[in-house]
């Protein structure tokens, strides 16, 4: 387990935040922001699942599947947060519909790294 992660969950409020040049939290901070349009993250997120698996990306096309499928579960007018944790071992995305209490909860390390067009 990730006790860094642990100590950050346990707080009352979500660690600073600061990021690198990309916009991906720096360990030891968050990014939490309000998605305005959902139908249009869904519709990116399919379109993105497509190309790496037509790509053979096996691994981003598995993540991305996981990330589709739980938006087709929610209405498009739900209201979904994007929170993003990192610690010195790991980053955490998370997808929170809060007026339905329920959140997908990914690691996202093994993505850093690979051509951010390609996912």
């Not at 990309?22 to 139908?39: F, K, Q, T, W, Y």
């Not at 993105?48 to 691994?59: H, K, P, T, Y």
Request: hydrophobic share 35%.
């Amino acid at each position: 387990m990730d006790d860094e992660l642990h100590q950050v969950l346990v707080q009352p409020t979500p660690p600073a935040r600061h990021t690198d040049k990309v916009g991906r939290p720096l360990p030891g901070s968050s990014l939490i922001n309000e998605h305005p349009d959902l139908a249009g993250y869904r519709r990116v997120a399919d379109i993105r699942r497509r190309i790496c698996i037509e790509a053979g990306d096996g691994l981003a096309g598995r993540y991305l599947d996981r990330v589709v499928g739980f938006l087709k579960s929610h209405s498009a007018a739900t209201q979904m947060w994007i929170v993003e944790l990192s610690t010195q071992r790991e980053c955490y995305e998370i997808l929170y519909f809060a007026g339905e209490k329920t959140g997908l909860f990914s690691p996202t390390r093994y993505l850093e790294g690979r051509e951010l067009e390609k996912i």
